[in-house]
């Protein structure tokens, strides 16, 4: 069965779209139609993620902002808003691993760079993006949280908290605009082959070795697979959907995995 999602005329901000799950989303709206304002770390993907989606004939711009600086992202939006009018649809999708270690092993940075990117990384945006839709009459905005976001798991402490307070920050925000014609949903990824997922264990193979015994449906997820729940909760589809974090983790949160 081929799905398939008609997002032509909408605008879409996607902040942390240069790799991973972001880059294949932003390939999955713009193959759907949608217009692109990208933001990430990295100019490079953020040029070669443009070259991919311009002969798709939608229109892309990318601009290299940091989530955790105030100032540019409220001047990202700005330049979004211009460029385009009106923002649809908003991915705040950035994130980092950070250090894999047990609690007592962090120091301040480790957790402000968890804190700051994970999770005032999607304050940032929520605050921009809330005012505008409301004023051009509704929007959906999706954040990523994780499935370390709805359980605990050893070494990643401050990860897993920055993710639980993403779905704290979408709950809330969902009920402020519930009036207001805006859904605000999260997504709660389990694994997802990615250079986020490579860093969090150090290489693939470590990935593998420690997620797959609790993955029932014995694999790891393409972040593919993860877009097309974003397009999903951005979409028509799910007008009566909001306040929500889908977890999409072939089946482990289901058969325990918060139990190990
Ligand atoms: N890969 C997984 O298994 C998995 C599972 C659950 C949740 N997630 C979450 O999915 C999101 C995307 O991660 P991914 O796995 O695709 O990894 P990735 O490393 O490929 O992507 C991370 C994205 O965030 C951006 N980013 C990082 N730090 C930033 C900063 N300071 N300012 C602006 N942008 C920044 C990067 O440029 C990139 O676009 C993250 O929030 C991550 O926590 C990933």
Redesign the pocket.
């Known amino acids: 069965m081929n799905v398939t999602y008609d997002f032509s005329g909408k605008n879409v901000i996607l ?10 989303t932003a390939l999955a709206f713009a193959k759907a139609g949608a217009n692109l304002y990208v ?4 100019a490079d ?1 953020g040029e070669s993620l443009k070259a991919e989606v311009k002969p798709l004939g939608v229109e892309i711009e990318f601009e ?6 105030s100032k540019a992202m409220a001047a990202l939006h700005k330049h979004a808003f211009e460029r385009f009018g009106r923002i649809d649809i908003a991915f705040n ?5 950070g250090k894999t270690a047990p609690v007592h092993e962090l120091d301040d940075e480790d957790y402000d760079l968890l804190m ?3 999770l005032r ?1 999607i304050f940032n945006g929520l605050r921009h993006q809330v005012p505008h839709m409301t004023a051009k009459g509704g929007g959906a905005i999706v954040n ?6 709805v359980m605990g798991f050893a070494t990643t402490a401050v ?1 897993c908290a ?2 639980w307070g ?1 779905i704290g920050l979408t709950n809330s925000v969902a009920l402020e605009v519930a009036r207001k014609n805006i859904r605000v949903n999260a ?11 490579r ?2 264990f150090g290489s693939e193979q470590s ?1 593998k070795d420690t ?1 797959l015994p609790m993955i029932p449906m014995g694999r ?2 393409d ?1 593919s697979e ?1 877009a097309q729940l974003v397009l999903f909760l951005s979409s028509d589809a799910a007008s009566f959907i909001t306040g929500q974090a889908v977890v999409i983790d072939g089946g482990g949160f289901v058969a325990g995995a918060d139990k190990l």
């Open positions: 902040i942390g779209g240069t790799t991973g799950i972001g880059r294949a933001s990430g770390i990295g993907s290299e902002v940091d989530v955790r600086d999708n950035a994130g980092v691993p700051d990117v994970n990384g990523t949280s994780s499935l370390f976001g990860y920055s993710k993403v997504i709660a990824p389990g694994s997802v082959m990615t250079p986020l997922l860093g969090m990935a997620v790891i997820s972040p993860i």
